[in-house]
């Protein structure tokens, strides 16, 4: 099951995300709603927004260590999105010193970083709550072969998988559960079964 990808509007009547783009694309492989959405390496926080006015979760953590960029965020959610009609909070840190807090439903989205440092953030994560349960959304820049095999590593299982074309350049979306299920495999497998 996909959700549709046509363009994301919020209420405002802004398009969020580029049409056909890697973040909508991977946005269009959510399949449940979450209580909470962790948008991490957030940047413009793009993807977190495309979210707001969604069935698919309750509140939103914009993470990211660049403080003029998180500032103009915050400015511009603030204006976009009032905290009396919307719940989300922007945080200034690394994502290796998260906690993952124990709740039934949350969701960590970890786009445009590099490989080894998806690698890193998959391994503090699972590490600060071996016993929670969890998904990751993840298409890193490169490194695809070795953020698997971190997931497969940490216990995850696939959701869903599938490769992105954007730019002249080619992703794979990896999306996984700290929950039993599909295993995940090194190379891929259903994103290759069109």
Known sequence: MIIETASIVNTLGESILRQGGRLQQLRSMLLKPYELVWDCCCDHGLFGMSLMDSKYVQEIIFVDVLVDQLNKLESSLSEKFPHNRYKWQVTCDDVRNLVVPKIDSQLFVLAGVG????????????????????????????????????LIK???SLI?????FDKNRV?????VTKAPGKAIESIGYSMWNW
Do not use: W
């Open 115 to 150: 490989g080894g440092q998806t690698v890193d953030f998959i391994n503090s994560l699972s590490a600060s709550a071996p016993d929670v349960k969890f998904d990751i959304l993840t298409c890193s820049v490169h490194g695809s072969y070795f953020v698997r095999e971190s």
């Open 160 to 164: 869903d998988e599938m490769l992105i």
């Open 171 to 175: 992703y794979e979306g990896i999306y």
């Open 154 to 156: 940490n216990g995850f």
